[in-house]
């Protein structure tokens, strides 16, 4: 049984990659090489040191955004639920904000801040800060009336109410939030990399597409496309670890 | 916000924010900050120009196209995908790493195999958007009750009144609430793939602008570009919210 | 009246968002020791009426009185029982059971202890480390009840306290609760909507009218338990008169 489970996976990669191959061969265009060149390539590239290289300071900008994000975007998304004042000045900027395209914004990233690692850090908070805040917003703001009204009936205080009624509800929608920003964030440092700083992964696609190494192009493209999505699958285990569905009470 | 006790809408803050621009604009805090008024000033001029008209007919273009692609593929795919247990299986941990993949990873890809023009951006947009639509219909079609597929059996509806009358319309929430997404995520996907091009519509006058140091033509697109971005989704949303009031009772 | 009143509910109204009125003028007093039962069709204010006695929300006319006191919020002489049993999803049955005394800094140890003895009062004994979904509605029940006796209230207000219970259960209940007046000489408030179990408990029964809510009338069922086992209760004729009584006047609210 513990078979089967992957074997539906297994048929899904050899359905994808084996189209990836023919389309490759046929060829569909001679900038798209078939998935055996792309998966040689990637191995080259993993051998020659040049992509865990790129991802050094790819990931590096990442994090830092990321765990920006976490601090300052939860912090402040837990205020805006809290108090109806920040709420009240700050909410219809980041529904706004949510649904903008933050991209935008990236040239003049560049502009003031040129192409360093505070350029890229800023790329990511940009893009990933608005849902992290929303989803800690809405965690806050989604508590369960009736167990808050119990921690009152019990003698609880303002300060116990947040802390074991409120925010362990939050808790899982905060954490979806943080997932869904590093979805973001890996959108935002691809951009920035493309765009502005010749540096980490997006160089070693651009480098390779201007020389028309379309293997090495593509192989680099998969990788963080891979990467990004081995990180979220990992958060969404974690997420269900920590907050089974069943005792989340939403 | 409550002030002379009255309440103040929450829109207001805007205005607040607003205001603050001005004066650090006023206060000649930051040279990426001018005055609001002068950004409103400079939005003025340029929305009537022929190079705005041509920007925004081709970025609306592209979006439409790319839309159109996406809700008319990403639907049938997503009914296919909740109906037909192999194709479910086959397609759907890809569509899992798409949904959260960095997109913008993919746009050099298109961009040297389709070339540097439009229809990258129309491909863009359709990838941004297709795969939450995907997703969302084939949760919505799945969660289609089943009570209510047998009930139209028992009353002799054929495979297709069942499609067209059950399945597609109980799973209407769903499929909007995809929609809704994959409207926002394509408005992103129109600016990103005209960025990374930055020889098309908005994309150019971003690039433009920032490269030129216009910080009022700058913000002032900025503004225009989320407005839209936010009307279109709220539109959206507001459809949402009259097919929920009908849904309610499921 | 035999007790003094512990509660009092001068003309007390309540109007939702100054639209929905739920109750107008109730007056009420609720003897010491007694238990009181609130009946009425549904939607009629009881859980209201019983929530603005806990302090939960604020009456919009009227006061209440607890003790001699004027309530303007919850206090430690007061426990509640949740109609929709409001336990916290991801702690265990006994942090459940527990949780007003952790709120009130009650050490892990002691509240525990006290804990362990409520979940086996009501029956639970076994299931101190199950979390709530795992649990039948009843059993969740229980535990709301636990978490109510556990710290140690004068009075308990409760909403519906055995409404998800099956018969056998419910009866073994009443008779605990009887039990549990008789000792410890606490002050239950009692929603129902169950004409015989309100007859069959009560020492003093508030019947409600629809919408908005008003004392419609007060009944005191002076059944004679001296002796007698639950079951020639059932067949006293002053309890067969009472519930009677009852079913005439709620009748005229049946549409
Ligand atoms: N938070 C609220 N906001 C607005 N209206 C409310 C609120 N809570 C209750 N109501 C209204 O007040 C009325 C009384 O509600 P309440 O819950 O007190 O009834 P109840 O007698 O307990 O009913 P049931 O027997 O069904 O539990 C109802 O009509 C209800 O719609
Ligand atoms: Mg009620």
Redesign the interface.
Known sequence: MAQQRFVWPLISFVFVFGLWELAGRWPISLAFPPFSKTALALLRMTVDGSLPKAYLSTLQPLVIGIVLCGIAGIGFGIGMGLSRTIEWFSLPIFIILQAAPMAAIIPLITYIYGIGLTAKVLAVVVLAAPVVVMNSYKGIRNTNA??V?????????RR?EVV??IL?HAGALIFAGLRLGLAMGFIGIVIAELMITPTGIGDLISYHSSVADYPEMFAAIFSIIALAALAIHGLERLERKLFPP????A | MVLFGKRVPIVFSLVIWFVVWELIGRAKLSTIVPPFSDVVAAGMTILPTEKFSAAAAISLRSFALGMALALGIGIPLGVAMARVAGVGKLLGMWVNIFVSAPISALVPILMAVIGVGEATVVVTVFLFAVFVIILDTQVGVRQADRSLVEMARCFGAAPYQIYAKILLLSALPEILAGVRLGVIRGVKGVVIGQLLIALLGVGELFELYSKNFLMEEFWALVIVVFMFAFLLSEAVAFVERRIEYYAGAR | MPAEAIVEVRGAGKSYDGTVEALRDVSLALPQGGLSTLLGPSGCGKTTLL?II?G?IPPSAGEVWVKGKKVD????E???V?Q?F?L???ATVLRNVA??L???GVTPEQRHDIARGYIEKVGLKGFETS?P?QLSGGMRQRVGLA?ALA?DADIILMDEPFSSVDEQTRRKFQEELLDLLKIERKTVIFVTHSIEEAAYLSDQIVLLSPRPGTVSRIIHPAIERGGKNPDEIRRDKNYLDVVDEIWQILKRYVV
Not at chain 1, 246 to 249: N, S
Not at chain 3, 73 to 76: A, E, L, Q, S
């Open positions: 009736s167990l009204q119990m921690c009152r009936a019990f003698l609880g205080t116990q074991k009624i362990p069943e005792i989340r009470g | 929530k806990a939960l919020g919850p206090g430690p007061r426990a509640f949740f929709d409001a916290l999803p991801w949780f007003g952790e709120l009130r979390y979904h978490r710290v």
